[in-house]
C-alpha cells in the first residue's frame, strides 16, 4: 500500500515566492497533520482536518500560512510571501479514527528559503 | 502550559536494553501516549502507544505510571539499526483546547 505522499522533496525559492507544498494522505484515512521540523523548535503541529474540516489552525504561524484539503485525497500547505525563516522540513501525516491514533507520516518536504 | 522533557541523547551498546523516558505535565486524562522513531531523511514513525500500565509489541515496551505523568519506552537488546531519534507524542487538554505536543526527541546512538 502507498503511504503518505508529499511532493516536492525539496524547494529552493527566494524570498517573497509563494510556496506550494503538496500531500496526498493514505487512502481511507480521515485526518490529516501538517507539521514543521527545523532543530531549534523540534516537531510542531502547524493545522490538521477531519474529514477535509480544519479542526485545528493553531499551530499555524502567520497569516502567510494557509492550508486546504479539497477533497479526501489531496492537501497543500501555501506560504505567500516566503520568507527566509520559513526554511524548514514540513511533514504530512494521515491517521484512522481519531487524531491521537498512529499517524503515518511522509517522507517529508526540504524547504529552503534564500 | 503542555511541558514534554525527553533526554537530548543517549549512547548505548549493541545488545543492551535501552530505556528513554518522557516527562508530561497536563496530560489528558482520557488519551494515549505514542512514541515514533525517525531516522534521518524520512517522517516519523509509530512504534507503540499505550494509556496505562505496560503495553508491549514485536519491537518494544511502553510502561506508563498511574498518574501518567511520565512513560518509559524500553527497547530490548537494541541494534545499530535502532540508532535514531525517539520522540513522545503526548495529549495535552485544559481551557478548552485540546494540543498533541512531540517532545524535542532522543537521539540513540547505539555503539558497535
Known amino acids: 500500500d502507498a503511504g503518505v505522499i508529499q511532493s516536492p522533496r525539496h524547494e529552493v525559492t527566494e524570498m517573497g515566492q509563494e510556496v506550494t507544498l503538496r500531500c496526498k494522505p493514505i487512502?481511507?484515512?480521515?485526518?490529516l497533520f501538517w507539521y514543521r521540523q527545523t532543530m531549534m523548535r523540534g516537531l510542531e503541529l502547524l493545522i490538521y482536518f477531519n474529514n477535509n474540516v480544519p479542526i485545528d489552525d493553531s499551530g499555524m504561524p502567520e497569516d502567510r500560512f494557509s492550508a486546504k484539503m479539497p477533497n479526501a485525497s489531496f492537501s497543500t500547505l501555501k506560504i505567500q510571501p516566503s520568507e527566509p525563516r520559513d526554511s524548514a522540513v514540513y511533514f504530512c501525516?494521515?491517521?484512522?479514527?481519531?487524531?491521537?491514533?498512529?499517524?503515518?507520516f511522509g517522507d517529508g518536504t526540504r524547504l529552503s528559503i534564500l | 502550559l503542555a511541558k514534554t522533557t525527553q533526554p537530548i541523547s543517549m549512547d548505548s551498546y549493541e545488545g543492551q536494553e535501552v530505556n528513554i523516558t518522557c516527562s508530561h505535565n497536563n496530560i489528558a486524562t482520557n488519551d494515549y501516549i505514542t512514541w515514533y522513531q525517525q531516522f534521518p531523511s524520512q517522517g516519523p514513525r509509530f512504534i507503540i502507544q499505550?494509556?496505562?500500565t505496560k503495553v508491549t509489541n514485536e519491537v518494544a515496551s511502553l510502561f506508563i505510571p498511574a498518574d501518567r505523568k511520565s512513560s518509559t519506552l524500553s527497547l530490548p537488546r537494541v541494534s545499530l539499526s535502532d540508532t535514531a531519534v525517539y520522540y513522545c507524542?503526548?495529549?495535552?487538554?485544559?481551557?478548552?483546547?485540546?494540543?498533541?505536543?512531540f517532545g524535542k526527541g532522543t537521539k540513540l546512538s547505539v555503539i558497535p
Open positions: 487512502s481511507g484515512h480521515d485526518y
Open positions: 501525516a494521515s491517521s484512522l479514527g481519531g487524531e491521537n491514533q498512529p499517524q503515518h
Open positions: 507524542l503526548v495529549p495535552y487538554s485544559g481551557a478548552g483546547s485540546y494540543q498533541l505536543t
Open positions: 499505550g494509556y496505562k
